[in-house]
Structures are given as structure tokens and as C-alpha cells.
């Protein structure tokens, strides 16, 4: 089951079905993403803010940070709506690789599909296994793992 439009309201977690599958809208990674991530994040590594060191590189072209293409897939994420207002919390990243190099330019997408579920009622919700893949604009999985996330369940809010 492939999922794309977007809702107003999160799913619960008795709406996600194993294997259901939802994507993203792109998003391009702009010049403007990469200085603000250095900012906030006070990494200013020179594979990532200083283009002439970055050409003798193997990747001959400055580098966009890792996490900041993860945390950009989970805005991607939250556009898709399917957690507003009903997810609990981002409880951990399992799994995750960083597969191939992420540049400014690339417009990204992700892939994510329910892989496991389980009800802890006690939080007044589940737990849901969730496989990522990062896609670039050719198709090329930049990077990917998994996120488990609480989410609440219907029956305490209904």
C-alpha cells in the first residue's frame, strides 16, 4: 500500500499497516541549509564550508553534513502529515547508514515503510519500526536506517 497525499489530521497507530509505504515530497538542499547547519550546529568542517579544500577531495565537491540530510528527510517526513498530531515521540535511529555523498543541489525524497509495530497502552500508544530511504535526484539512496516512533492510539482519543 503506497501512500502519498497529504492529510490534515496524523494517523493512529492502529491506522499503519506493516508494509504500508508513504512518500515524501522533494526538497532541493540549498547553499543557505548547509551555513545554517554550520551555524547552529558549530560544526564547520572544511569538507562542508571551504569549496577550494573540498576539490582535492575524492568527492571533488564540498559535502552536505549527514545529519543535516537527515533532518531535512524528517521535515520531508512530517509534510506527508501522517504523524501530525499523533506522534508521541522520536524515540531512536537504528541502523542508519550514510550511503552515498549528499551535495548542495540535490533534491532529495524519502521512502519510509512500516516495518514493525507494537502496543504499549501504558504510554497510550505504540511503538512503530520504521524502514527510511533517502533518495536523490537520480534515484541514488543517499542514506538509510530505520526510526522507531511512539504514536498515540485511537482509543484514548476518542
Known amino acids: ?39 547552529v550546529s558549530g560544526d564547520f568542517g572544511s569538507i562542508h ?3 577550494e579544500y573540498a576539490k582535492s577531495t575524492p568527492f571533488g565537491q564540498r559535502v ?16 506527508t502529515g501522517v504523524l501530525e498530531g ?20 540535490d533534491t532529495i525524497h524519502v521512502e519510509i515503510e512500516v516495518e514493525e509495530s507494537k502496543l504499549i497502552p501504558r504510554l497510550g500508544g505504540g511503538m512503530l519500526t520504521l524502514g527510511l530511504k533517502i533518495f536523490n535526484q ?8 530505520q526510526w ?4 498515540e492510539t485511537k482509543s484514548e482519543n476518542e
Open 148 to 151: 522507531i516512533v511512539l504514536v
Open 86 to 105: 499523533t506522534v508521541i515521540a522520536f524515540r531512536e535511529i537504528d541502523n542508519w547508514k550514510f550511503s552515498q555523498p549528499l551535495f548542495i543541489g
Open 1 to 39: 500500500m503506497e501512500q502519498s497525499a497529504f492529510i490534515s489530521r496524523g494517523m493512529y497507530f492502529e491506522e499503519f499497516e506493516i508494509g504500508q509505504r508513504i512518500v515524501t515530497p522533494g526538497r532541493t538542499v540549498t547553499e543557505a541549509d548547509v551555513v545554517n547547519f554550520a551555524g
Open 64 to 79: 552536505v553534513y549527514g545529519l543535516l540530510g537527515m533532518s531535512i528527510a524528517s521535515g520531508l517526513a512530517v509534510r
Open 49 to 51: 564550508t571551504d569549496a
Open 138 to 145: 537520480d534515484d541514488k539512496t543517499v542514506m538509510k536506517g
